[in-house]
């Protein structure tokens, strides 16, 4: 999905007045001239001109790309549905995680993934468990991430 | 002597040499599936060597970028998909081979030009290294201010595409990087009160987002490309390697040297290499007209050129600790994590460290050739892997390995943000290394200038009173002038 470079431009512009004017806000210190201050207003100086630039060659395609070009997969309600859910997924994993524990969160987020991706109803739960048990085994026994246990805590090992 | 001595014994342990062949089994497995790129690669290797000695840790990264690298050339010559983006410049020549019935010759090639590129790159790494940290010895913050300046602009102007694109990307590198208390004067920025910004964005988190979580984006939205139908080579891989060499051994030096150079040169990496070693190739050739139908000359330039890079971005990286390029950045990553800062006191303080990096690097490239024998031999499994399981197990991949930097799930956050936006920047035309030299770069420009700007009592002559200041000062500047002026020139006259 293509977004018109003005368009782009446009919220980079306002992203560089945002950390521009935020920057104005920090404290100075006594007796020096480059404090805090310094490099986000340069930053934002910066990225302001690069954002006009944008913007003049964004509307001089205007007239040929329109403000968007989609890609075959932003008509696709399929694709799209796809993506939200994976984004949903990770989320829900860093909400859930702790208080459910890793296995459970892995292992639901897992299963969701392989069937909105196509894999075997019947294969799912099974690598679902399976890759879960080995990723938890990689990184909590092997590499001692504390990945949390949540409600398996009683049997936590 | 003591500390070659020394290397080897840290080098040739049992569990340093498991590690090596692990990471080297990975990088071609990762390196060989279409959509997992050697920089992904690296970057989901992170969070494993967080838990490993410095050594190992540096091992593994240096061998899984190699032979993802190589790996990348198997898809591009079975199935004319380039397996990582460095691969690309010779897909078509490579696949055009195949239909000849010549996939053999032109895997072999590539694994033979492959591991001499990667010795001849890494030769060059251990000459050119120790001489210049002694010239990086005389550096102070002037330089260092200036070569991170150079570093940060070859990566917006050498990349391909936009300019100005590379240049919002390098600036919102800049920008992530000043979030945080982690500045000269200790003041928390942009972080809106969160206990979690105060330590900064992690970076790690965010390579893995840029460069992995957006992959996967990509794959749910059927982006990816379809690889089922691909046939094994069965002809024997080392036929004709004497004859080849022979016959193209100035192909492969040419694609050694510009290889090697353009590795070194900070922000441009394999990828440009392989594109710039392949246009030379055909301007060089003595049957120009043959390139494009099938003819190996080309690929043995670039398969040369691509794998020399790797020890060429390891130059700058070592000495100065400026990144060659995105995998070196998240090798400096590394560096710092595991207390063997880069710069050029390294190599006085800790030689033995530097030369650990140096035979990794020999032994990595040698056992190329066995390894990359057996994973071509089994490309026909490697690309039949249903990437329908494999993608949502890199997801949780992604998501542990963001989760074990800091124990917290702020960096699966960070991981989810860093993915979105590499997305929508990929998609809109906006490179990603530049993002990462600036998150990498960012908070070493900023020192640098306000140490110097102390130094020298706040005036900008500073920045030119010393030689090497003033040098590196002029060829940054010249930098950023000639291509304007080359730009409105041919505006003029047109």
């Known amino acids: 999905m293509r977004i018109n470079d003005a368009i782009l431009g446009a919220v980079l512009l306002a992203c560089s007045l945002a950390v521009g004017l935020y920057a104005r806000t920090f404290p100075a210190i006594p007796g020096q001239e480059y404090g805090a201050s310094v490099f986000p207003t340069w930053i934002s100086i910066a990225l302001g001109l690069c954002s006009a630039v944008l913007i003049a060659g964004g509307m001089r395609q205007w007239a040929e790309t329109g403000a968007v070009s989609l890609a075959s997969w932003a008509r696709s309600g399929h694709h799209l549905r796809s993506l939200a859910i994976t984004i949903a997924l990770v989320v829900f994993y860093i909400l859930a995680s702790t208080p459910l524990g890793f296995i459970p969160t892995a292992f639901i987020a897992l299963a969701i993934l392989f069937g909105v991706l196509g894999v075997k109803p019947l294969l799912t739960p099974v690598l679902a468990a399976g890759i879960t048990m080995v990723v938890h085994y990689g990184f909590y026994s092997l590499l001692r991430v504390p990945l949390p246990w949540g409600v398996l805590t009683p049997w936590a090992w | 002597m003591d500390a070659i001595l020394l290397a080897t014994q840290m080098v040739f342990q049992p569990d340093v040499l498991v590690t090596i062949v692990l990471a080297a089994l990975f990088g071609l497995f990762v390196g060989s599936v279409p959509g997992l790129t050697a920089t992904m690669a690296t970057a989901l290797l992170v969070p494993i060597t967080f838990f490993m ?302 030369y650990a990096v140096f035979l990794i690097f020999i032994l990595a490239n040698i056992f190329m050739v066995p390894a990359g024998w057996a994973a071509i031999k089994s490309a026909r499994l490697l690309m039949r892997v249903p990437r329908n399981v494999l993608m949502p197990t890199i997801l949780l991949f992604c998501v542990v390995g963001s989760f074990a930097i800091n124990n917290s799930v702020f960096g699966i956050s960070v991981m989810l943000i860093f993915g979105l936006l590499g997305f929508i920047m990929e998609e809109n035309g906006f490179p990603i290394a530049p993002t990462i030299l600036g998150i990498v770069l960012g908070p070493l420009l900023e020192e640098n200038f306000v140490t110097s700007m102390i130094k020298s009592d706040g005036s900008f002559l500073g920045f030119f009173e010393r030689p090497l200041a003033a040098g590196l000062g002029i060829i940054t500047i010249a930098v950023w002038i000639v291509p304007l002026g080359l730009y409105l020139w041919r505006k003029a006259r047109s």
């Open chain 2, 53 to 354: 000695a410095p050594v190992a840790a540096i091992g593994a990264i240096v061998t899984c970028s190699a032979m993802a690298i190589f790996a990348g050339d198997i898809p591009g010559t079975l199935l004319r998909i380039p397996g990582t983006p460095a691969s690309a410049a010779y897909t078509d020549e490579a696949y055009a081979m195949t239909r000849k019935g010549q996939g053999e010759l032109a895997l072999g090639a590539n694994l033979l030009f492959s591991a001499l590129g990667g010795l001849f790159g890494t030769a060059v790494l251990i000459v050119a290294a120790p001489s210049l940290a002694e010239v990086a010895l005389q550096f102070s913050s002037f330089e260092y201010f200036w070569l991170a300046c150079l570093g940060l602009t070859c990566a917006t102007v050498v990349g391909t595409g936009s300019t100005i694109k590379g240049l919002v990307s390098l600036m919102i590198g800049l920008l992530v990087a000043t979030i945080g208390l982690n500045n000269p004067a200790g003041v928390p920025r942009f972080t809106f009160g969160s206990v979690d910004l105060m330590g900064g964005i992690d970076f790690i988190a965010a390579m893995i987002g840029l460069f992995a979580v957006s992959e996967i984006f990509r794959y749910v939205l059927g982006m990816s490309p379809d690889t089922s139908n691909v046939q094994a080579p069965a002809g024997n891989l080392f036929t004709g390697w004497g004859r080849l060499f022979k016959q193209y051994w100035r192909q492969s030096l040419r694609g050694n040297v510009l290889g090697t150079a353009i590795g070194a040169l900070p922000g441009a990496g394999a990828d440009i290499a392989a594109w710039v070693s392949y246009a030379v190739s055909k301007r060089f050739s003595k049957t120009p007209e043959k390139f494009g139908t099938g003819h190996v000359e080309g690929i043995i330039e670039s398969t040369s050129s691509n794998n020399a890079a790797l020890g060429g971005a390891w130059v700058p990286a070592l000495v100065f600790g400026i990144p060659g390029d995105s995998i070196t950045a998240i090798v400096i990553g590394v560096l710092y994590l595991k207390g063997m800062n880069p710069g050029p006191t390294i190599f006085i303080n800790n030689p033995q460290d530097i």
